[in-house]
């Protein structure tokens, strides 16, 4: 994953967490879309932009 691609999750992230849908599902068709989904760290990013949501 590349800077961009990063940022572009973020944006996905921040768009759809206020959403009464899930944005983790969001960001699991983001990733899809770019064919980074199967990258390691793309999982381990997309718990990390979460952890706010998650600890709270």
Same mark, same amino acid.
Not at 12 to 27: A, K, N, Q
Not at 39 to 44: A, G, M, Q, R, T
């Given at each position: 994953?590349?800077?961009?691609?990063?940022?572009?999750?973020? *944006?996905?992230?921040?768009?759809?967490?206020? /959403?009464?849908?899930?944005?983790?599902?969001?960001?699991? +068709?983001? &990733?899809?879309?770019?064919? *980074?989904?199967?990258?390691?760290?793309?999982? /381990?990013?997309?718990?990390?932009?979460?952890?706010?949501? +998650?600890? &709270?």
């Amino acid at each position: 994953m590349n800077y961009f691609e990063a940022v572009i999750l973020a *944006i996905i992230e921040g768009l759809t967490e206020f /959403l009464p849908v899930s944005s983790t599902g969001h960001m699991i +068709i983001g &990733s899809s879309f770019m064919g *980074i989904a199967s990258d390691p760290f793309v999982k /381990l990013f997309t718990v990390a932009i979460q952890l706010g949501a +998650i600890l &709270s």
